[in-house]
């Protein structure tokens, strides 16, 4: 297959404890494999990508960007960016909440809905969109209380839809994680050049303040005369 044949696409998803892969023929699902691993995505990506026919050969790579774990973020850009470059291939990014709501909006119809999915330090991912996939309120790390006062579609997607729905007593929960499979049901306007991670919060270690520079030692009282 031709480096620049644009019309077949590796998806790599591997942002939250789920991992999973696919290749399309435009629109057309080939193959594709879903594991919730946790742990472990490092170990068990390139086997998955390997397993797709031409070994996921693609003239474009699609990667999840996050939010998620910092780890399983960066295994997945990390994939993305050494097998475009041995391939000559392009590359895209796409933010992994959408990807739920798009997952949610062809399961259950469109509409507006919330995303929740699990954050970092008993915080959750959050963010809302409208019918045709466009974010009502940006991406965003919050407390569950925080949560449950900002997002208000009765709709709710995501590993902690459960959970959020019974925080603030209404609404219809769809537990769903990341699934590369879904991929044709993102919005083209979801797809970005810049590959940059969404982690969605500061990372938890921040630089050390630089060292003030040495205080000088008084200098010396001459000696009487």
Request: with cysteine.
């Amino acid at each position: 297959m031709p480096a620049n044949d644009f019309t077949r696409t590796l998806v790599i998803d591997s942002a939250t404890s789920a991992c999973s892969v696919a290749l399309f023929e435009g629109t057309t699902l080939i193959e594709g494999a879903w594991r919730n691993l946790g742990r472990g995505h490092a170990e068990a990506l390139v086997p998955m990508i390997a397993a797709l026919p031409d070994r996921g050969r693609a003239g474009r790579i699609a990667v999840a960007l996050g939010p998620g774990s910092f780890t399983g973020v960066r295994v997945g850009l990390a994939a993305a960016r050494a097998l475009a470059l041995a391939w000559g291939s392009a590359i895209v990014g796409y933010p992994s909440l959408a990807l739920i709501a798009a997952m949610a909006r062809a399961q259950d119809g469109d509409g507006p809905l919330d995303v929740a999915m699990t954050g970092g330090h008993g915080e959750w991912f959050v963010e809302s969109f409208d019918a045709a996939g466009h974010t009502l309120q940006p991406l965003a790390s919050l407390p569950p209380e925080a949560a449950a006062s900002r997002l208000r579609a009765e709709r709710v997607a995501g590993n902690q839809a459960e959970a959020l729905v019974a925080r603030r007593k209404f609404g219809t929960p769809l537990n769903l994680l990341p699934d590369a499979r879904a991929f044709a049901a993102l919005p083209d306007n979801c797809l970005t050049a810049d590959i940059s991670p969404l982690y969605g919060r500061a990372p938890d270690a921040r630089p050390a303040s630089p060292a003030p520079p040495p205080s000088r030692p008084p200098a010396a009282m001459p000696a009487p005369t």
